[in-house]
T-cell receptor, first 115, second 115 residues
Framework: LAKTTQPISMDSYEGQEVNITCSHN???????ITWYQQFPSQGPRFIIQ???TKVTNEVASLFIPADRKSSTLSLPRVSLSDTAVYYC????????????????FGKGTHLIIQP | NAGVTQTPKFQVLKTGQSMTLQCAQD?????MYWYRQDPGMGLRLIYY???????DKGEVPNGYNVSRLNKREFSLRLESAAPSQTSVYFC??????????????FGDGTRLSIL
């Protein structure tokens, strides 16, 4: 089971680009990297997922170096509403009887955006 | 489109009482999950169901039972509630595909207090 390490908290300002890095030194060949966002009193919400190189969608980019031992979530031009906890997960989808790798949420990174 | 619906949203129990938390999804997902989240912590997997008719233990299954009633519904039961089970409980669902990690969709949680 690939363990992840993220900063506990980060601060930034509105309009800035924010990069949150996750370390996963023992990532396995089949593992995917998935990021979730969680606001207070809500369930986590999927942001982005990737396997290698770069993935971009309408809300974020995910950068994964060739060795895949880390990944960086990039949030462009953040606003106050991006204040949330961000979780990095690494693993493969479970299949019946195959285990639950990739379903371990650490404490995440508490991102605080200031005006 | 409701996504994942959890009931009730709030509940207070006395030690030793039993209760069932309900979860239903309308996305035709094969896999469903139950997590608990304690203050300042990430989510911990209690039980999961990879597909209809199967259930497996997660990281913290003790004190809980689950039932995958049909493809849409996955319930979590506390047979004899204990104060240590005071937490926020999240249900999630995802598509099942053995080679690709499909993101999970979460409900908004059930806040359970046990006195």
């Amino acid at each position: 089971l690939a363990k992840t390490t993220q900063p506990i908290s980060m601060d930034s300002y509105e309009g800035q680009e924010v990069n949150i890095t996750c370390s996963h030194n023992n990532i396995a060949t089949n593992d995917y990297i998935t990021w979730y966002q969680q606001f207070p009193s809500q369930g986590p919400r999927f942001i982005i997922q990737g396997y290698k190189t770069k993935v971009t969608n309408e809300v974020a980019s995910l950068f994964i170096p060739a060795d895949r031992k880390s990944s960086t979530l990039s949030l462009p031009r953040v606003s106050l509403s991006d204040t949330a906890v961000y979780y990095c997960l690494v693993g493969v989808l479970l299949y019946s009887g195959g285990g639950a790798d990739g379903l371990t949420f650490g404490k995440g990174t508490h991102l605080i955006i200031q005006p | 489109n409701a996504g994942v619906t959890q009931t009730p949203k709030f509940q207070v129990l006395k030690t030793g009482q039993s209760m069932t938390l309900q979860c239903a999804q309308d996305m035709n997902h094969n896999s469903m999950y139950w997590y608990r989240q304690d203050p300042g912590m990430g989510l911990r997997l209690i039980y999961y169901s990879a597909s209809e008719g199967t259930t497996d233990k997660g990281e913290v299954p003790n004190g809980y039972n689950v039932s995958r009633l049909n493809k849409r519904e996955f319930s979590l039961r506390l047979e004899s509630a204990a104060p240590s089970q005071t937490s926020v409980y999240f249900c999630a669902s995802s598509e099942a595909e053995s080679t690709v990690f499909r993101p999970q969709h979460f409900g908004d949680g059930t806040r359970l207090s046990i006195l």
